[in-house]
């Protein structure tokens, strides 16, 4: 079985500084990694994700995730945020060798950026 | 396309009472999820449908949930004999199956429930 533990339920951080929202997942076979963002009064977006190659992924918005298969992370940075980055993330995980397994996500972090 | 609707958006009921949700997937995703929101939780995997089948079920949907697919388009959740317990947000998701698991996933914004 897979699982997602995000180690921080909430972060709060000021305008412009640098952020890590930090994820550790188990599984036995290989896995697929993502993180999710979901806006105030919003649906869950993709926000990047991880399936083979460079581990460490970028979203279009200055978001970067690396991952690291042997202390089994996928931690998820910014250098500089925004006001407008506060919401809740989550990490979640599957596997390529499940076909349609759905995604196991995380509890969450809350992310408050205040000016 | 304008993504996954679910309706309704809110829904408040009594204890004791059935609630039906819908989703709508993107038109051309075969696969559509089922996800329970609790608050300071993450999604927690209800059930999916790869076309009409539905193919997984979580041991979180007890025998007073039913989902369907009939037609492999738009879905329903019912929930028979509500409990406060019920209480959440249900989340609906859909994908497209391109011959491997991506994973990604699609998702509506949710059909809050609140049982009184």
């Known amino acids: 079985a897979q699982s997602v533990t995000q180690l921080d339920s909430q972060v709060p951080v000021f305008e412009e500084a640098p952020v890590e929202l930090r994820c550790n997942y188990s599984?036995?076979?290989?896995?697929?990694l993502f993180w999710y963002v979901q806006y105030p009064n919003q649906g869950l977006q993709l926000l990047l994700k991880?399936?083979?190659?460079?581990?460490l992924v970028e979203s279009i918005n200055g978001f970067e995730a690396e991952f690291n298969k042997s202390q089994t992370s996928f931690h998820l940075r910014k250098p500089s945020v925004h006001i407008s980055d506060t919401a809740e993330y989550f990490c979640?995980?599957?596997?390529?060798?499940?076909?349609?397994?759905?995604?196991?996500f995380g509890k969450g972090t809350t992310l408050s950026v205040s000016s | 396309d304008t993504g996954v609707s679910q309706d309704p958006r809110h829904k408040i009921t009594k204890r004791g009472q059935n609630v039906t949700f819908r989703c709508d997937p993107i038109?051309?995703?075969?696969?559509l999820y089922w996800y329970r929101q609790t608050l300071g939780q993450g999604p927690e995997f209800l059930t999916y449908?790869?076309?009409?089948?539905?193919?997984?079920k979580s041991r979180l949907l007890s025998d007073r949930f039913s989902a369907e697919r009939p037609k492999g388009s738009f879905s329903t959740l019912e929930i028979q004999r509500t409990e406060q317990g019920d209480s959440a947000m249900y989340l609906c998701?859909?994908?497209?199956?391109?011959?491997?698991?991506?994973?990604?996933?699609?998702f509506g914004e949710g059909s809050r429930l609140t049982v009184l």
């Open positions: 979640a995980v599957s596997s390529p060798h499940q076909a349609g397994t759905a995604l196991i």
């Open positions: 599984s036995s076979v290989s896995v697929y």
């Open positions: 998701a859909s994908s497209l199956d391109v011959g491997s698991n991506t994973g990604e996933l699609f």
């Open positions: 449908f790869q076309n009409e089948a539905q193919l997984e």
């Open positions: 038109s051309e995703h075969n696969r």
């Open positions: 991880y399936l083979s190659g460079s581990t």
